[in-house]
């Protein structure tokens, strides 16, 4: 089952990799034309109604594709400006521009239904936004008074409103979407359109439809807060990880540490919030947090585990790394589904007790109900009902920090409004494509410095690629 956003990402994903998606609309358009050929044969009295979208540019293909074989109609319902998608456009040229019938009133579509004996709903796919109003209510409803069997593509226009098509039969594209049954969509194909594997199963650009946009009237505390508690071993760690966890745009990072330390970080975070810890101020930080990350650089000791036993009983969502992986382990069932961990293969072990590979990190994700970000040449990462694996990187970043910068972009996109899962897939995603940029750039010569400073601009590559393609 496939929710329409992850629709999207598959989209992006494919885009990146193959530049154009007009293909899967033509191999979309084959999948219906060729279903609705074997299923009534030829000469047959057709309607296929088109909306605005991409959906609507499936039926122009779809109606191209039975045009010589049956005496068929197609009506394209543009948006109020008299525009239709990119890729539609393509399929209206390919069509025939003269022969389409934009925007009939009622009174004649209802006409049209009535002549039919076949009619391609392509009014909306998986971008319908609700409420559905006027004229599409009224031709859902005409469509749904009819005797002449419907043939819905991708999804029933509507699905999820209070204006649904009810079809006989639904052919969907790669997998059923969301919401989607025998009762609500008939008959369910699911045709496979060209999109493979890796724009399934790997991390890519198409992970950036999960990351909330920055919207321009904001105000403060709307993107998260960042709670840091960490380094307070290696102060270094604990500073990277703030480092990071700004890439992701939230407003606020406040970092707690001992006393004793806190002159160290106060000076190497001088832009940042730098608190004493001390139990009261950690609990009153934990309140105030979206996302808190405990573990790189903190030792394991009495301190250490009363934070970590914190996080837990706070209820927030978490990011476990280093130190705070091993003291988890003791406490395995305080683990829920708000945590993520990002052990090595080492520290997954001492977690899980388990060897370090996909499958057992499936089963721990599945019975703990929490994400696993297993570090490696590959991450894999999984909540248990879905994995992603995310590949690329540069050797260099077997070098020490990178997994602290890791945990730390990790948690910004978690309080960014991120799940765990998405945010994970996406942190690491981003952190091998900012290694792959600096080795173009120099080879093995950087270090987790360079890294930071460039992320920035990692970021902003993929973020630009889903805004200048929505
Ligand atoms: N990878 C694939 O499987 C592919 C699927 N394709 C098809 O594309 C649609 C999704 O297309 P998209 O353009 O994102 O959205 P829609 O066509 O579903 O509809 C958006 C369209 O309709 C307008 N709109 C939305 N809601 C309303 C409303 N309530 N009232 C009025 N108008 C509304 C909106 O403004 C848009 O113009 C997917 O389902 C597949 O069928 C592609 O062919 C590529 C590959
Ligand atoms: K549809």
């Keep these: 089952m496939m929710e329409n956003i992850e629709g999207k990402r598959i989209d992006f994903n494919y885009k990146w990799n193959h530049g154009d998606l007009f293909i899967l609309m033509e191999n979309a358009g084959k999948a219906v034309s060729e279903y609705i050929t074997e299923k009534y044969g030829k000469n047959r009295n057709i309607l296929v109604i088109s ?54 009133n009622t009174g004649d579509i209802r006409k049209m239904i009535s002549e039919s004996d076949i009619i391609v709903d392509a009014i909306f796919g998986t971008g319908i936004r609700d409420p559905v109003k006027e004229p599409y209510s009224s031709i859902i409803e005409e ?165 970590v036993l914190a996080v837990c009983k706070s209820g927030k969502k978490a990011v476990f790394d280093a130190d705070a992986i091993h003291i988890m382990a003791e406490h395995r069932d305080l683990i829920n589904q708000n945590m993520l961990f990002t052990p090595h293969s080492h520290e997954f072990e001492v977690l899980t007790g388990t060897e370090a590979n996909r499958e057992n990190a499936e089963k721990f994700s599945v019975k703990y109900g929490c994400t696993i970000l297993l570090k490696g040449p590959a991450d894999i990462i999984t909540n248990g009902k879905k994995t992603v694996i995310s590949e690329g990187g540069s050797p260099r970043m077997a070098m020490g920090g990178t997994g602290d910068i890791l945990a730390g972009l990790c948690t910004g996109l978690m309080a960014r409004n991120m799940d765990p899962f998405h945010a994970a897939v996406l942190g690491s995603f981003i952190n091998k494509k900012n290694g792959e940029r600096l080795e173009k750039e120099r080879s093995y010569w950087f270090n987790t410095y360079d890294l930071l400073g460039s992320m920035g601009r990692t970021f902003r590559e993929y973020y630009d690629f889903i805004i200048s393609n929505e």
Excluded at 59 to 79: E, F, Q, W
Excluded at 159 to 184: I, Q, R
Aim: overall charge neutral; charged content about 20%.
């Design 51 to 104: 909306g605005s979208g991409n959906n609507g540019g499936d039926g122009i293909i779809t109606a191209h594709n039975l045009d010589s074989d049956n005496n068929l109609k197609l009506i394209v319902m543009t948006r109020s400006d008299g525009s239709v998608s990119s890729l539609s456009r393509r399929a209206m040229e390919k069509f025939g521009n003269d022969r389409i019938i934009k925007n009939p």
């Design 143 to 307: 469509i749904n008074l009819s005797r002449a069997e419907v043939i819905s593509i991708d999804v029933p226009s509507g699905l999820g409103t209070s204006h649904s098509v009810l079809p006989d039969a639904t052919v969907t594209f790669t997998d059923v979407k969301e919401g989607m049954n025998e009762k609500n969509s008939g008959s369910i194909n699911v045709r496979n359109i060209g999109i493979d594997e890796r724009e399934i199963n790997y991390a890519g650009p198409g992970d950036m439809v999960y990351f909330p946009k920055i919207e321009k009237n904001g105000h403060k505390g709307q993107n998260g807060k960042v709670l840091i508690m960490a380094g307070w071993k290696f102060t270094g760690a604990g500073c990277m990880t703030a480092r990071a966890a700004e890439n992701a745009l939230p407003d606020l990072i406040t970092m707690l540490v001992p006393k004793a330390s806190s002159t160290i970080f106060s000076i190497k975070l001088e832009d940042q919030i730098v608190g004493v810890f001390n139990s009261l101020n950690m609990k009153n930080e934990l309140e105030k947090c979206n996302a808190v990350l405990t573990g790189p650089g903190m030792g394991i000791s009495e301190d250490s585990v009363k934070v």
